[in-house]
Structure formats: C-alpha cells, structure tokens
Nanobody, 119 residues
C-alpha cells in the first residue's frame, strides 16, 4: 500500500488542523492505520492508531481529548483531527499502515507533513 499524507501547516496555539492520509494499492480496509510524529531532536513517537474497521482507537496520553483519529474505508483515507493544538505538538507527522494498529515499526509509511504550532 502507498500512503500520501497531507494537511499540515502553520497554526496558532489553540487552533485546529486535520491531517489526511490517502492510500492506494491493496485494500485499505485490510490495514490498521496510525499517525506518528517526530519533533526536532526527538525520536519518532506513536500518536494515534485505529483498527481496520475503526472500532478500536488508541492515543498517546499527551493528545487524548484533543486529537481524534478516524478513517473512511470507502475513500481509502485516514484522518487525524487535531484540536487545541499546543506548541509541543510541533513536529513532522507521518501516517503508517500495518496488519493491526501500527504501534512500533509499521510496515508501510507515508511521507511526512509538517505541523508547526506558534505560541
């Protein structure tokens, strides 16, 4: 599966962005989807993941209540709605796919999309 992330940008603290991850290739609904991020000087970290059917969602503690992961299997797209953004959310965000919810080292990665939150 090929993944294409988009939707990043510059936003003020407290603002919102929605990231999209468009997939092509093998059946999108066969994959769990996830979002990761990497801030300058830091390791890449898991942000959110969703199961193949969308019934299970997982989040890193720092984004719970602010970010929502979703997917539209008919459109072959996963989303990350980010509300109440904070300066520390600044990072390059990557979408990923795996047989289950991507957590550690997913098999498939999209290119990153930059999210910059100004304080």
């Amino acid at each position: 599966v090929q993944l294409q992330a988009s939707g990043g940008g510059l936003v003020q603290a407290g603002g919102s962005l929605r990231l999209s991850c468009a997939a092509s290739g093998r059946a999108f609904s066969s994959y769990g989807m996830g979002w990761f991020r990497q801030a300058p000087g830091k390791e890449r970290e898991f942000v959110a993941g969703i199961s193949r059917g969308g019934g299970i969602r997982e989040y890193v503690d720092s984004v719970k209540g602010r970010f929502t992961i979703s997917r539209d299997n008919a459109r072959n797209t996963a989303y990350l709605q980010m509300n109440n953004l904070k300066f520390e959310d600044t990072a390059v965000y990557y979408c990923a796919a795996a047989a289950t919810i991507p957590r550690g080292n997913p098999e498939y990665w999209g290119q990153g999309t930059q999210v910059t939150v100004s304080s």
